[in-house]
């Protein structure tokens, strides 16, 4: 294969397609209904919105919206426990520690692009002794305009001196798959993932894996 098509870059999303970090944004959550004497979701209920941002939990589960009074009350009370709890039961997604060995054994470079602020994406990470070797972190902190705008992925690349399309870029939510595509990288859709789903990327110029070990047959050596 020609060198110009070679996979030297891995960039991961991170909630949803790197970690699994649902279990701790459901004990985040559930404890700040709790306190407000609101009644808990389940996990079923939050997964497919937990890559929707924290205002969109807030307007979803304590049924109110932006101009509510209590609402920046319970957005800030939810973002400081789950800053307590980012790392009591995060995992990495199945099989993911195994492909993590294999890009080292390759030499593939990786890293993550997230609209998650950075104050909570590097514990996470540094959580991870699998992770050690993670080369480039991009979050909103670092960008002007987060995904879907392309800008975060391009920075990661231009960081590490490696052009998009040499790069491979995963994601578990339709803005993932735009923001790959429009940087000119090869997009993969995790469906094993919380919110994105096959009928809704169908249509769209990227790849898919229902499983981590899929991933591999994306990459050109």
Not at 134 to 140: D, E, F, R, Y
Not at 199 to 205: F, I, L, R, Y
């Amino acid at each position: 294969m020609q060198e110009n098509h070679r996979t030297k870059l891995i960039l991961f999303d991170l909630d949803g397609t790197l970690v699994d970090t649902a279990p701790d944004f459901l004990e985040s959550l559930n404890n700040v209904l709790r306190n407000h004497n609101k009644e808990c979701v389940s996990m079923d209920e939050l997964r497919p919105y937990i890559s929707e941002g924290t205002s969109k939990l807030i307007k979803l589960f304590f049924k109110i919206n932006e101009n509510d009074k209590n609402f920046n009350l319970y957005k800030d009370q939810f973002l400081s426990e789950y800053e307590s709890n980012l790392k009591n039961n995060s995992s990495l997604f199945e099989g993911m520690s195994d492909f993590i060995k294999f890009l080292d054994k390759e030499s593939i470079k990786y890293g993550v692009v997230t609209n998650k602020h950075y104050k909570y994406a590097q514990p996470i990470l540094d959580s991870f002794l699998e992770l050690k070797n993670i080369q480039v972190l991009i979050c909103p902190d670092h960008v002007k305009i987060s995904k879907p705008d392309p800008e975060g992925i391009l920075l990661a690349c231009k960081k590490l001196n490696i052009k998009p399309e040499n790069t491979i870029y995963l994601g578990d939510h339709l803005n993932d798959i735009k923001a790959g595509i429009c940087a000119g990288a090869q997009t993969v859709a995790c469906l094993y993932g919380y919110s994105i789903n096959k009928n809704e990327v169908d249509s769209m110029k990227c790849g898919q894996v229902k499983k981590v070990e899929e991933i591999k047959s994306f990459i050109v050596k």
